[in-house]
Every structure is written in C-alpha cells, then in structure tokens.
C-alpha cells in the first residue's frame, strides 16, 4: 500500500505561482509513474501531468503544458507540481496519484493510489 497526502493548496491570485507537494509513505516512489490530476464539482476528474518511474519522461495535458512541471525526489518519496501563470480556470481540488508502470499514464484508471487532494482556487 501507498499512502499519499497532498499539501502546498490555497487561495491565489491570476498570474502567481504554486508549488504543490505529494508526500508518499508506506512504499518506495521509485517503482511507480506518478500523476496529478485536478477534479472541480460536477465535472470528471481530468489530467493534468505525469512523470515516468525513473523521472526522465514526462507528460502534460495540453491545458497545462508550458506553465506547470512535475518533479520528483523519489530520495525523498515525494513529487512536486509547480504551477505558474494561474488562471482561474485552474481551480480545482488537485490529486497526485501512483501507478504501477514505469511510463507515465494519463488515464485515471491506470491509477492504483490516491491523495485526498488539496484545494486550489485562483481568483481573478
């Protein structure tokens, strides 16, 4: 079992910068493809970006290429979101998830655990 819990969410404004942090336990990172995803009431969770086992290849919705990355410490059993240029379009509760493949996925079903999210809002 993993266990991940998500931290880093608040109240932004339009323009700034967030860094959000996925904190793992219970297993070792460095065997899993990690995901974020975001989900906003009444809608279908939605992708956002992932990142490869080994952290060399990553994957980016087309929504947020160019203005988020992923990362990863697996030394320290976590994987970041950096987000900039918020929009208010970005607000949603934002998920980090782990699959057992080395490749990332964008596919929620691919997806074997999962964060409670935190909460992301952008003002404008």
């Known amino acids: 079992q993993v266990q991940l819990v998500e931290s880093g969410g608040g109240l932004v404004q339009a323009g700034d910068s967030l860094r959000l942090s996925c904190a793992a336990s219970?297993?070792?990172?460095?065997?899993?493809?990690m995901g974020w995803f975001r989900q906003v009431p009444g809608k279908e969770r939605e992708f956002v970006a992932a990142?490869?086992?080994?952290?060399?290849?990553?994957y980016y919705a087309d929504s947020t290429k160019g203005r988020f990355t992923i990362s990863r410490d697996n030394a320290k059993n976590a994987v970041y979101l950096q987000m900039h240029s918020l929009e208010p379009e970005d607000t949603a509760v934002y998920y980090c998830?782990?699959?057992?493949?080395?490749?990332?996925?964008?596919?929620?079903?691919?997806?074997?655990?999962w964060g409670q999210g935190t909460q992301v809002t952008v003002s404008s």
């Open positions: 998830a782990a699959a057992s493949f080395y490749s990332p996925r964008s596919y929620l079903a691919e997806y074997d655990y």
């Open positions: 219970g297993r070792t990172l460095s065997t899993y493809s």
């Open positions: 990142m490869s086992a080994g952290g060399g290849r990553t």
